[in-house]
């Protein structure tokens, strides 16, 4: 079956992860992505300390579906390599310093000699141009510059990272949103995203507050929301769990199904409001609720009323629950002898699957890619 980016063919110069994850997802959805690779390879080739057969899990993780030649864009030959194969492409997407970008010719005003078409994306940390673009941009300093650090974890504990590398996937994602957007639209260009331009954005209606009303955003204690009372994690007999109730209809119905009924009179409790502004007391009082059964308990009490609730699990678990296996979140690559297993594609259409292919080795279609077979 026909998948719906079948034809595009994309060049990716990237290495770790946000390039190569903006590449991942085009390739999932059915582009052809050559990845140019220096002698020594992508980085992330190297990271992980766990090797899988020949592939390294880190890499193979961000690297499927895709074809590896090795070129020196340093070099004549890898210049007139790379300009062949931007020939019969559509775009190219670089998350390379913005100083290599433009040494390597890169952008779209020096590659447009070959295809005038030419869709050319340049992920950075902070822009093509500007007194930033030389920064180092890794996702733990765009958190930090952002205030997504400051904004994680509890008031009286260290600013804290989140859990896996969100800002790098983000820009991944815009990065190929651009893209796509810059094809249908049918004329060649640059696409400049900017790691911190990507992550400001994000931080949406919290930046509105105090943009608008001058609200001063700080951490809040057990993940709270700011404005949403009771929506945060609360501990349980044996574990947590996190309870979002966002409609006075739902507060109700945990209020009946907990036996509260005063919670459902009392100005302090009844309303959204009144629950905001009483923030300290109504969540002391469901916490201690809370305490008196285990979180899957809950879960069962209450996910059948239609509040929102979970109990707060590992990794681990979420790999082995049932919801993974029902929406074939586990993939094998290739024809799964090497065994090499990834998380699939979160896009998933009614007429088409996509491939899992094994990661390219270094440089394992050069033959194919330079004599034009691999279209």
């Given at each position: ?260 009924d005063e919670w459902l009179t009392d100005p302090r409790f009844a309303t959204m409001s009144g629950r905001r502004q009483n923030r300290e007391l109504v969540v002391a009082d469901i916490s201690a609720v809370m305490l008196t059964a285990s979180a899957g308990d809950w879960v069962r009490r209450l996910a059948p009323l239609g509040i929102v609730v979970a109990e707060i699990g590992t ?61």
């Amino acid at each position: 079956m026909n998948r719906p980016l079948e034809g595009i063919r994309i060049v990716e110069i990237g290495h770790m992860l946000a390039g190569p994850y903006c590449g991942l997802l085009l390739a999932d959805l059915g582009a052809e992505i050559i990845k140019v690779e220096p002698k020594d390879g992508d980085i992330g080739r190297r990271i992980s300390p766990h090797q899988i057969g020949l592939h390294n899990a880190y890499f193979a993780s961000l690297n499927r579906n895709k074809k590896s030649i090795v070129l020196d864009l340093a070099s004549d030959f890898g210049k007139a390599a790379l300009g062949g194969i931007l020939k019969t492409s559509q775009a190219l997407i670089t998350n390379l310093r913005p100083s290599a970008i433009k040494k390597l010719g890169l952008t779209y005003e020096s590659l447009k000699v070959w295809n005038e078409s030419l869709v050319c994306v340049a992920l950075t940390g902070y822009g093509l141009e500007g007194p930033y673009a030389e920064r180092p941009a890794y996702d733990y300093v765009i958190q930090a510059m952002t205030g997504i650090m400051a904004l994680t974890g509890d008031p009286d504990s260290a600013p804290t990272k989140t859990g896996y590398s969100a800002v790098d996937n983000s820009a991944g994602i815009m990065a190929a949103l651009g893209l796509l957007a810059k094809i249908i639209h049918g004329k060649g260009g640059q696409v400049d995203v900017a790691m911190y331009d990507v992550m400001l954005s994000q931080l949406n209606y919290l930046a509105g507050a105090t943009l608008n009303a001058g609200e001063r955003q700080e951490r809040l204690a057990n993940s709270s929301h700011p404005y949403i009372v009771p929506a945060q994690i609360f501990k349980s007999a044996d574990g947590w769990l996190t309870l979002f109730i966002t409609h006075d209809k739902f507060w109700q119905k945990f209020c009946v199904e907990l036996g509260k009924d005063e919670w459902l009179t009392d100005p302090r409790f009844a309303t959204m409001s009144g629950r905001r502004q009483n923030r300290e007391l109504v969540v002391a009082d469901i916490s201690a609720v809370m305490l008196t059964a285990s979180a899957g308990d809950w879960v069962r009490r209450l996910a059948p009323l239609g509040i929102v609730v979970a109990e707060i699990g590992t990794l681990s678990d979420a790999l082995d629950n049932d919801l993974t296996l029902y929406r074939n979140l586990i993939v094998q690559l290739g024809d799964g002898s090497e065994r090499l297993r990834a998380i699939g594609s979160p896009i998933k259409f009614s007429d088409s699957e996509p491939e899992y292919v094994m990661p390219p080795l270094l440089d394992e279609h050069r033959g194919d890619i330079l004599s034009g077979e691999g279209r």
